[in-house]
């Protein structure tokens, strides 16, 4: 009897939660050269066929464990109705505050430069999605999210290794503030 497709998709989704988890951990203890495909698997408990049924290699765990927080970020903080013109700064905020000693040992390392740069990604994808609501178009669009986007992560670089730091409320409105500047710009 075949499984019904609810079932099917918790299943799914909890290996690829262990798998995401087991990445996370590896992270914060070893390179990025230094993790393989079998560490991921075994630190999951689950075999290499199973990750290779949800992942081509680790660099496509990454980027799929990011997909993933965009979609979230999306759903949680850019259709509510009261949701700033840049939403998406407060949900991966929360998400790196969650993940700050990881985030914080990254900096400066090989593994680092791999996660920030497919960060700075997912934060100019957003970015994007944030501007193209305002109505914003070619090229504009892409410069603008491309700017926001990098200003987002050396902004969050900062605030991870600051000794002096507001609270993450007011990490956000010092984002909203400089961004409302960008946008009123792009804008013009």
Not at 52 to 64: A, M, P
Not at 73 to 84: M, Q
Not at 90 to 98: A, N, S, T, Y
Not at 144 to 166: D, H, Q, T
Request: hydrophobic share 40%; with cysteine; proline share 3%.
């Amino acid at each position: 009897m075949p499984k019904s497709e609810s079932v099917e998709d918790r299943r799914v989704q909890r290996t690829r939660d262990a798998l995401h988890s087991a990445f996370m951990a590896l992270l914060k203890e070893r390179e990025w050269e230094q993790i393989r495909v079998q560490d991921i698997c075994d630190r999951a408990n689950v075999g290499r066929s199973t990750f290779y049924n949800h992942y081509v290699d680790k660099e496509g765990l990454l980027s799929g464990s990011l997909s993933e927080l965009g979609v979230y970020v999306k759903s949680a903080y850019g259709n509510r109705p009261d949701a700033p013109d840049l939403w998406f700064a407060r949900g991966l905020f929360d998400h790196v505050l969650v993940n700050e000693e990881m985030f914080r040992k990254l900096q400066g390392s090989h593994s680092g430069a791999v996660v920030k740069d497919r960060f700075c990604q997912l934060a100019i994808m957003l970015a994007r999605d944030c501007l193209a609501a305002k109505g914003i178009k070619n090229p504009r669009l892409d410069a603008g999210a491309a700017f926001l986007g990098g200003a987002f992560i050396e902004l969050l670089a900062w605030y991870v290794n600051a000794r002096k730091r507001p609270s993450v409320d007011g990490l956000e409105a010092m984002f909203l503030d400089m961004g409302r500047s960008v946008l009123e710009s792009i804008q013009a």
